[in-house]
DNA sequence: CGCTGGATTGAGTCCGGTCAAGCCTTGTGG
DNA sequence: CCACAAGGCTTGACCGGACTCAATCCAGCG
């Protein structure tokens, strides 16, 4: 497994990746699967291989927020806290490298992994800032134009897959499924994307995309 | 100056408060005046030693999203990338100690230093990931609850002073100046909060309280 | 005292939520 | 290979919470 480095995505750097690979331990997780849970001790870090995994917190009455969606090559939330502020399960089935903390640290020192490990924190707090900025100031169209444009973004083509069910991307913009399909109808109504079955899409109109995520 | 080290806070621990006070110089703002902007080079390190900061995202056509509220004791938003993602503007008259960042590098090595910058890292993410919840699954009226509590709590007391405008608070919640008012009025309708003038409160009944956050 | 700008209140609208069918895909068993 | 069931997705009708626009109130200040 080779994992490129690249700055469009939340890709674990180069020196991080290598060692979680010789100190790995692999997991393989069905759809729906947990891999930890909100409160469990953090004690072990997370890298996706494959599939994709999702991050979320639940609020009392069972309301839930999704805070991220991870892809091959992201470290899962990356958390130095002693608990885990959010639960994370797989989108669909999806593999992943677990190390214990512990054993990462044996490293601490070696040339530019300290500073891998800080990027990967740095991307993800970037990241939540502008989630920040889609829930708390976009409208549901908007909200979901930014969801697509990312998601293409990530994937560097025209053409992309959303693994993720509508209930996923419903509570990851604060919206509810039925707004969420209306607003893919839409855009598609108005020629911006094309769907191809239920999961995967096609950017057919990159200008009026970037303008419709405001 | 002594700045205790209160879990409740982002106060940023004794190891780097220390350090940037011996290396800081101080800056004096005024009400609405900038501390940094969006895009410019990061290279300084802001630590609040009175009065309050705010940090700000803008879209395109003026709506606003606050980030994050800053209170004595708190480093502004640690970030580790080369250009600020968001803006800082003092809420009310405050001060600050700066630190250009290559001469905190000088003190890397030192004893709890490393650490204390990634606390304060960690704070941040863990708060931002409270106000995501907050922003894409709570209601209008939670929303004001929550912010109500969480200024109650990093106060340690049953009055609490809020510096900033409503408006800084709708920004800050995803929501008008109107709605934040008229959820103000409706939670002292129900005699959960108290407000003295419009800048301070007191918290009546917290079970209240705590149950309108959800 | 009036001026000024923030805060509150009110009336009406609209965006997104709710509830309820209906559709389409997928998988399973005959 | 088809029939059928189950679950996810879409669509429609209606509702209501938050927004908009506008008037008023109020505190701070010259």
Redesign the pocket.
Known sequence: MTIAHDSRTDAAPPALAEVMQRLGQRLSVAKDEGIFTQDDEADRVHLVVSGAVRTTRLLGDGRRQVAGFYYPGDLIGPETGALHRFSAEAVCDAAVLMVRRAALKAYAGEAGFERAFWEAARRELERTHDHLLVLGRK?????VASFLKSLALRQGADSASMPM???DV?DYL?????????M??QLQGQSVVA?D???RFKVTRWDALEQMAA
């Open positions: 409208t549901a169209c908007e909200k069910s509508r209930q419903a604060g919206l509810t499924i039925e707004t969420v399909s209306r893919l109808t769907f079955g239920t999961r």
